[in-house]
């Protein structure tokens, strides 16, 4: 089974950091994935939630801030005063640090609650002029954004995210259309998602950071985990 690193190596570091990121470029797990939200003044940047509050010194919503307004901010400290001094990375920051790797690079576009128009067209030409088609899946809970990335450049993989159990996935995957389905973790051991595991399209469950369920979940098919200890999860899983 496949592992990827959620957020960096965010169990041990603080998420979405160059420090978290630096950690899972080191280690031997097929990738890692990170979220990417619009600034006021369009450049893309790291960071889960909409806003800077949870893990920065700042306050505020992303999509309000410049860059430089950003990257005033500190986000290590809150974690722990050891990474005191990190700022918010870019996406290009982010791709710079896995660029002579060999990680599956899986960017979450978190426009589900604010749309950022011309995101998606943004986060495919960094893609495009880095000619990283080939390693990227793109997921979403905006499965339009989803629709938007199959339409502009089918060579890049996507993925519809759920947190909840579907009836008849595979219709609406196919309807979106989507190559892969990301869901958590309990919903993916319903059988419904058998269907899917069953016609070969990609399963991968988040977060799991237990070794019981990687366990579970490994036996009834699920193609990959996103965790934030992927050091301990692939030591697990190489050990069963």
């Known amino acids: 089974m496949e592992i990827f690193a959620h957020r960096g190596a965010s169990g041990d570091f603080p998420e979405n950091t160059f420090a978290a990121f630096m ?4 280690l031997p797990v097929f990738g890692v994935e990170f979220d990417v939200h619009m600034t ?10 909409e806003l800077i509050d949870r893990t920065s010194d700042g306050t505020g919503y992303v999509k309000d801030m410049s860059l430089a307004e950003l990257k005033k901010h500190d986000f290590g400290n809150w974690f722990s005063p050891d ?23 899986n960017i979450e576009i978190k426009s589900d609650i604010f749309p950022y128009e011309g995101m998606v067209k943004k986060v495919l030409d960094v ?9 990227v899946i793109i997921s979403s809970f905006d499965h339009s954004a989803i629709q938007a990335v199959a339409k502009l450049n089918p060579r890049v993989e996507t993925a519809a995210l759920f947190m909840e159990v579907l009836v008849n996935p595979l219709d609406y995957l196919r309807k979106i259309p989507a190559d892969a389905l990301h869901l958590l ?33 490994k036996q009834a098919g699920v193609q990959a985990i996103f965790t934030d200890y992927p050091e301990k999860m692939n030591a697990f899983l190489h050990s069963i």
């Open 23 to 26: 950690e899972a470029a080191r």
């Open 83 to 105: 990474f005191q001094g990190e700022t918010i990375p870019t996406l290009a920051d982010v791709l710079d640090v896995f660029d002579s790797t060999h990680h599956k690079l």
């Open 127 to 135: 893609i495009e002029s880095r000619q990283l088609e080939s390693r």
């Open 185 to 217: 973790f309990p919903a993916a051991l319903r059988l419904s998602m058998a269907e899917v595991i069953t016609s070969g399209m990609p399963v991968r469950t988040f977060t799991v950071n237990d070794e019981t369920h990687a366990k579970t979940l």
């Open 40 to 49: 006021a003044d369009g450049e893309l940047v790291v960071i889960h939630d």
